[in-house]
């Protein structure tokens, strides 16, 4: 099992919202590539970034953080938040991140994930799954879409590429996890409050 650390980023600055909600936000640090750094000191081999700017705006907006976390550390990064375009997914390539993560176009437009397999290495290609109360949230956690969790999971593996999942409670449910794993038969990233032992035993 491969542990990815966390960078949560919102107005250029290190934040962490509780169960999705952008009212209930702690700063950890003001800047980002002090926190990537610091994970890889403690032997992180890859980081995740989120743009929580960009996933409101539809777009990227701490696109200056994440090139300064990519030029300053030397294991492989995965971003998401806003990137919701074909130009989009180049531009954040093209500034050396390692795999782009596709969250409401995913949801809205399966079809979309396809398309990027197609034109990109799929490896590149991550569907990003934040699920709340069994279905998709969107549009950086302020919006329910009416696909159910497992049904977008089993359609990303139909296109064969990875999926990172978040949970939006303080603690994932042992019985969804349990649900989401036995149906998948590719990697799934999970991205969880990690409060008992039983999740990692899960995984």
């Known amino acids: 099992m ?3 650390p966390a960078i949560d980023m919102k107005d250029g600055r290190c934040v962490r919202l509780t169960q999705g909600l952008f009212d209930n936000l702690k700063v950890y640090s003001e800047d980002p590539v002090d926190i ?9 081999t890859f980081l995740h970034l989120v743009d929580l700017d ?24 995965q971003v998401g938040g806003g990137i919701r375009s074909h130009e989009a997914v180049k531009s954040m390539l093209e500034l050396g991140v390692r795999r782009v993560i596709i969250g409401t176009r995913a949801a809205k437009e399966p079809e979309f994930i396809r398309e990027l397999t197609v034109r990109f290495d799929p490896e590149q290609i991550v569907a ?10 969107v549009e950086g956690w302020e919006t329910m879409s009416s ?6 999971c089993l359609k990303m593996k139909e296109y064969g590429i990875l999926i990172s999942m978040g949970y939006g ?7 969804f996890l349990r649900t989401i794993i036995k149906s998948m038969v590719l990697a799934l990233l999970c991205g969880l409050s990690a409060g008992t032992l039983i999740y990692f035993v899960i995984l």
């Not at 996933?55 to 294991?75: K, M, T």
């Open 147 to 152: 696909v159910t969790s497992l049904e977008l």
């Open 128 to 137: 990003g799954i934040d699920a709340k109360d069994g279905l998709v949230a």
């Open 36 to 44: 990537a750094k610091m994970w890889v000191s403690q032997g992180a």
């Open 54 to 77: 960009g996933a409101l705006a539809g777009q990227s907006v701490n696109r200056s953080v994440i090139r300064g976390i990519v030029e300053s550390v030397s294991v492989p990064v």
């Open 2 to 4: 491969q542990l990815y």
């Open 169 to 175: 409670r303080k603690h994932i449910s042992e019985a």
